[in-house]
């Protein structure tokens, strides 16, 4: 089954499209930080951006199979690590997310999403039968709950959410039963005042200002009120790169990171959005289209599993922006400055050029 | 570990491709999203970005200084801050909100959120003041909350300041906030907040000293901090305005006057400038360039001396013996008595079965007889009683009102008090009643109705010894306003021509008044040729005088004294409330005729080139023994 690849059967048109979201990434980080105090953050995503072309390269080089047979002891130490965060972590900002090794700071929780896609394709791909069990929904909830209940306690409750497109789309792919779904909504419904109680405050403030936008306009709603204005002003040719007053005179927040879309739709206007959406369409369609050509069920999984959490950042950050979705901390997959999201978008991607190298059973 | 893959169990290919649609249609979703956004809404979030990003301030012009007539600063500006409240989002400004504002700037909460809803019907891009000048703790707390209240802001303004304090007060008045009924009228240029004068100097010629604010369009990034600025419309200073008020006179009929109530009124009375303005008590405009704590406000109404009140134009009170120049005046020219005429004064005279007492009579003696001239020096009330009954009130209200009094003078001055003068028509209208014989005796010495305002004295007496030709009173110089495009008022001189003979009368016995030993004796200066009228009015009756012995039941003292007697440069009109007796007015006209010729004398050539100097020097000093070291004229 290993069998050997070719560097021209790269999937370079996943590789070009990727690369092309970061290249207008990076170009409205200098836009939006330029001349400000966070200017150097450029020339570090241009590194990032970089170093995971290179990781992506080699990863595909891989057979995935073989990361697919160190998952136990990946898993085991995702969580051993994960724990470990919380219990000794030095908080930053109030939050224990990030890990410093060497000087650079990562957010564990990005490589935790790697290794739960990779965990959920092994798993679909050894059960066997046309469909999912209750047992299944007991182990993979057991599985996949415990990493998300760490980061959760993080606090990171954006990125947990990020956890469980990736197992919806297991199961799908698995094959649900109608009453699987019925079930699941029932639970969810009577989950939903439990979760309620435990979250934080501002969390809670996020919701309400999500259900009612015009409460405060001081408050939290004020980040989507500015970036909506930011988006709204840009009009169908946007205002040119440099010149979103919004994100440039510090209205809209952290313009450069999880809302770089905001900044990107005030300075390009339409056109901007449309091309960017376009871009983010056609990745995950191939990516899609990957999963159905894939040599096997486990590449099949890993591909569906990685455009799952690819399509839920992206549809929930831009969506947020417009008021689509509450506001969360979830970073815009190669557009957001961040090593640790442009690191597991790439190494993703990586994975996925494995899995389409070796799409061809002889 | 070893992991089976089982080849051959795909997935049905629908899956993929539902999970294909589901994208599509999400990302369609979004596109309408951002469509909405982006072409439905651009012009309106268009706006709210510019508003998020431009501010626009107020420039606020430096209000005109006012000078003296030789230019000395009688109200200046210095450079203060105020606090602005920034109005882009009115809804923000939710009352614990404002009451944490009004906390940090030390206002009362309830008069900010009165503010804050009075402004809501502006335009929201103008922003109001909150606090004139602010104090270094306002500065600071406006500069440390800027991320809790972006809604403040200091904008540098020029304070209004008034360096000689309460000497100029009354006459120059004091700016404030523009009332509410002032924006309400009809085409009101003023905005809530905005300075205006709300009496004297300050308010008539607002239009003069206001500048027009400017706007200035700054660039602010979200915690308020100014980036940039874009274009400005550039603030037009106020224009300067000189007065004629003299400050060496103001100061010198200050210190005259001292701590006694009343006023004191200096007028050139050939040209009708005001070269002297004083009422006391007074109060210091300082206050009120600041917003007028409420305090200060209460203490400043509810004194019943009315430090507020200008006393030189709107105290309304009896003129007591001054009007017997004006009863004089009406006797000789309407040919009713000649100079010689005598009249003998027993101290007591009864006339229409009434009992009428000259002030002597309390002494026990009357004046005996005496003659026109005698009666006015020694201020005989038999003498000018009789002449009350010859004329009656009708020829004394005629030549009272032609001579100055019972109207404004129509000085460049809010409020002018009009005084009155008596007349049968007068009581019809105001008491329905038939007017009474024996008042027009009372009217004959200046008492009863009759009320008269201290620059009113000053205007007829200087107008009656100048021949009968009076200059409107002013204080600004017709010729600047012309230059600034202010239209003065028109009439500025009337003429109401006397007889050489009753001019020459009246000043003569005005002369004897302050020379003869007369009533004015006080005044007698050997090197001044002052002429002047004493008075002393009385407030009550002499009967509940006696009995009440109050101080507001004191009468008041007058003394109106011109010099030089023959040819008046300047007329002082001097007034003690509650004097007692008009000898403690006479001093105080004296010492400011006094300062004006010592002026004069001693007035330095202008520092030029020495050639010119020399050639002035000697001209000045060619000039002195004529000047006003010559000796009065016997008579």
């Known amino acids: 089954m290993r069998k050997v690849v070719r560097f021209r059967d790269c999937d370079w048109v996943l590789l070009g499209l990727a690369l092309a979201i970061a290249a207008i990434g990076i170009v409205e980080i200098y836009s939006t930080t330029a001349q400000t105090a966070l200017a150097g953050q450029v020339r570090r995503q241009v590194y990032w951006v970089l170093l995971g072309l290179l990781l992506s390269m080699a990863v595909s080089r891989i057979d995935y199979h073989l990361v697919l047979e160190q998952i136990p002891w990946l898993y085991g130490v995702t969580i051993l690590g994960l724990g470990a965060l919380l219990v000794l972590g030095q908080p930053i900002a109030g939050t224990k997310r990030w890990v410093a090794i060497g000087g650079l700071t990562f957010q564990a929780s990005e490589m935790a999403k790697l290794v739960i896609i990779l965990m959920v394709a092994a798993y679909f791909a050894e059960r066997q039968g046309k469909f999912v069990t209750w047992k299944d929904f007991v182990k993979l909830g057991i599985l996949v709950g415990l990493p998300v209940v760490l980061v959760a306690l993080e606090p990171d409750l954006g990125t947990a959410l990020t956890f469980f497109p990736i197992v919806a789309a297991g199961f799908f792919l698995a094959g649900l039963r109608a009453r699987h779904l019925a079930v699941l909504a029932l639970l969810g419904a009577l989950m939903l005042p439990v979760g309620w109680h435990f979250l934080k405050p501002y969390q809670r403030e996020r919701l309400i200002s999500y259900v009612h936008p015009s409460k405060d306009t001081q408050g939290s709603s004020y980040q989507a009120t500015q970036a909506k204005i930011a988006i709204g002003s840009g009009g169908f040719w946007g205002k040119g790169i440099r010149s979103g007053t919004q994100s440039r005179l510090g209205f809209v927040p952290v313009s450069h990171a999880d809302f770089i879309f905001a900044a990107f739709a005030e300075e390009q206007g339409f056109v901007g959005t449309l091309l960017v959406l376009l871009l983010y369409l056609a990745l995950l369609l191939r990516l899609l289209d990957g999963a159905q050509t894939a040599g096997d069920r486990a590449g099949a999984f890993l591909l569906a599993g990685f455009a799952a959490v690819l399509f839920f950042q992206v549809a929930v950050n831009i969506g947020m922006m417009v008021g689509f979705f509450p506001v969360t901390g979830i970073p815009l997959p190669l557009m957001s400055q961040g090593g640790s999201s442009a690191l597991f978008t790439f190494l993703g991607l990586g994975l996925a050029m494995s899995v389409n190298m070796r799409r061809f059973v002889n | ?635």
Request: glycine share 8%; proline share 7%; charged share 20%.
């Open chain 2, 1 to 635: 570990m070893e992991f089976r893959f089982p080849e051959d169990e795909r997935f049905p290919a629908w899956k993929i491709a539902f999970l294909q649609y589901v994208i599509a249609a999400t990302f369609l979703a979004l596109l309408i999203g951002y469509w909405r956004l982006q072409i439905g809404q651009h012009r309106q979030y268009l706006d709210q970005a510019e508003r998020n990003r431009i501010r626009n301030l107020p420039v606020i012009a430096p209000r005109g200084r006012i000078l003296d007539r030789e230019g000395r600063v009688l109200a200046d500006n210095f450079p203060a801050f105020s606090v602005l409240l920034m109005r882009e989002s009115p809804a923000a400004l939710t009352p614990a909100r404002v009451e944490g504002m009004a906390r940090g700037l030390q206002l009362d909460p309830a008069d900010l959120q009165r503010l804050v809803e009075r402004t809501t019907k502006l335009p929201r891009f103008q922003p109001v003041v909150l606090k004139q000048s602010a104090t270094m703790a306002d500065i600071a707390f406006v500069e440390s909350h800027r991320v809790e209240y972006p809604e403040l802001d200091l904008l540098q303004v020029q304070q209004r300041s008034y360096p000689k304090c309460a000497i100029v007060a009354a006459v120059l008045g004091y700016i404030g906030e523009v009332s509410e009924e002032m924006i309400a009228k009809p085409g009101s240029p003023y905005r809530p907040g905005d300075v205006v004068g709300r009496s004297g100097i300050e308010r008539t010629y607002n239009s003069v000293l206001a500048g027009r604010d400017g706007m200035q369009r700054v660039i602010v990034n979200s915690r308020g901090q100014e980036m940039g600025s874009m274009t400005a419309i550039n603030a037009l200073p106020g224009n300067d305005l000189r007065l004629t008020l003299d400050l060496d006179l103001q100061m010198a009929a200050e210190a005259a006057l001292g701590e006694q109530p009343g006023a004191v009124v200096a007028l050139d009375p050939t040209t009708g400038e005001v070269l002297a303005m004083v009422s006391h008590p007074s109060f210091d405009p300082n206050d009120f360039a600041r917003r007028i704590d409420q305090e200060t406000w209460q203490n400043l109404n509810s004194d019943p001396q009315k430090p507020l009140m200008n006393k030189a134009i709107q105290a309304h009170l009896a003129p007591g013996s001054v009007f017997k120049i004006v009863t004089g005046t009406a006797a000789l020219e309407t040919g009713t008595i000649k100079p010689n005429y005598t009249v003998n004064c027993p101290g007591v005279i009864t006339i229409y079965g009434h009992t009428y007492h000259d002030w002597v009579y309390s002494k026990g003696k009357g004046h005996g007889s005496v003659d026109f001239h005698r009666a006015i020096v020694v201020s005989c009330d038999v003498y000018f009683y009789t002449l009350g009954k010859l004329l009656g009130i009708e020829k004394i209200a005629y030549f009272a009102k032609r001579l100055g009094l019972g109207s404004r003078t129509g000085i460049d001055l809010p409020s002018e008090d009009p005084g009155l003068i008596p007349s049968p028509e007068w009581v019809r209208r105001a008491f329905k009643r038939q007017w009474w014989a024996g008042e027009t005796i009372s009217v004959a010495i200046g008492q009863g109705a009759v009320a008269v305002t201290p620059l009113q004295l000053a205007y007829a007496i200087g107008g009656i010894a100048c021949g009968g030709v009076f200059r409107r009173p002013h204080l600004a110089f017709r010729d600047q306003l012309l230059a600034l495009g202010v239209n003065p008022q028109e009439e500025t001189t009337r003429e109401f021509p006397l007889r050489d003979d009753t001019v020459d009368a009246l000043s003569r016995g005005m002369w004897g008044v302050v020379n003869e030993g007369g009533t004015g004796a006080g005044a007698h200066d050997p090197s001044l040729d002052i002429a002047g009228k004493t008075g002393t009015a009385q407030v009550v009756s002499a009967e509940l005088q006696d009995s009440a012995r109050k101080a507001e039941y004191k009468d008041n003292a007058w003394f109106v004294g011109y010099a030089p007697s023959t040819k008046p440069e300047i007329v002082v009109s001097a007034l003690v409330m509650q004097g007692n007796h008009s000898t403690v007015a006479v001093p105080i006209a004296r010492d400011v005729i006094k300062a004006y010729f010592g002026k004069k004398a001693s007035r330095k050539p202008p520092p030029d080139q020495l050639q010119t100097q020399v050639r002035v020097m000697s001209q000045v000093l060619g000039a002195l023994p004529g000047e006003p070291g010559r000796a009065p004229q016997q008579r």
